[in-house]
């Protein structure tokens, strides 16, 4: 039997009770459930879910942003101070050489 | 129908649903518009008025409660497929597990299709009709969709979620398993 050829004449093998559509379409309608019936809440909020989570993303966003910028900011002034302090002691500061020569001037 | 002027009716209609004062009457025409096809698609699957009638209800009732989730990137009847499907693949499941002597039914399928009020077909049908039984789900499903529905693969494979070269071979390799299985019967 081949079956790409035989039986394509009757191709609904099952009917139907009568009205059944007509029926069927009645007694759904009847039966659908209410939540969405005569509201648009469903869909507006959706559209706020959406909404809030893209303001959530940006503030996190944000958020993490600002930090580093800190972080960075207060990394700088530390190390700028590090190195101030280092070249104030290089430049400054009295060795024991130094120390004894004006001390042995100074005769004291 | 042209795909241009069938995706601005999708729009008209999903404007319409989306808006609190036509929603019920677009849904009734959606209901009434499709629940031919899709009762015949889900009838070829389970084989059985009653439980097409309550799988065609519970699709409808899932569409409504989904209505807002429904973004329009495809066509609202690819949309009712692909609920229906699996709607009728799910309640296949449950059967399975539901029915412990589930070969013995099988065996006799042809018979209880013959013995259906609302079968139309002869014995030639209703063994054509046990030989698709015997097929994987999928399997099923494709050729149900190809055969009786005439669906093109492009569509079936959105509704699927299919490549068209594994629906292509799985039609094929369903077509070979039917005649083979009428072949033995005769």
Known sequence: MNVQRENKAKKELFVTPDGYFENFHDKLMKSLPQTLLHSNKGYYFGKIRYAAAL?????ICGSIYYNDINRQAFLYSEQYNNEYID??????SIDDYTLYNYLTEANI | MTKESSHTDDSLIISRLRDP????????????????????????MVLSHEDSD????NTFIKVWNNIDKFRGE??????????????????????????VSLSNVESTIAEQIESDPYFNGNHAHAILLEAISKLPEKQRLVFNMKYFEEMKYEDIS??????????KASYHIAVKKIEEYIEKKN
């Open chain 1, 55 to 59: 303001i959530l993303l940006f503030l």
């Open chain 1, 87 to 92: 070249e104030l002691l290089d430049n400054y």
């Open chain 2, 21 to 44: 004062e036509t929603r019920v009457a677009t849904f009734s025409f959606i209901v009434k518009k499709y629940s031919p096809l899709l009762y015949h698609h889900i009838h070829h």
């Open chain 2, 54 to 57: 309550d799988i065609l209800q």
């Open chain 2, 74 to 99: 495809s066509h609202i009847s690819t949309w009712l497929y692909r609920i229906a499907t699996n709607e009728t693949l799910t309640f296949l499941s449950q059967r399975k597990i539901d029915s």
């Open chain 2, 158 to 167: 959105i509704v699927l979620g299919t490549s068209v070269g594994a629906l």
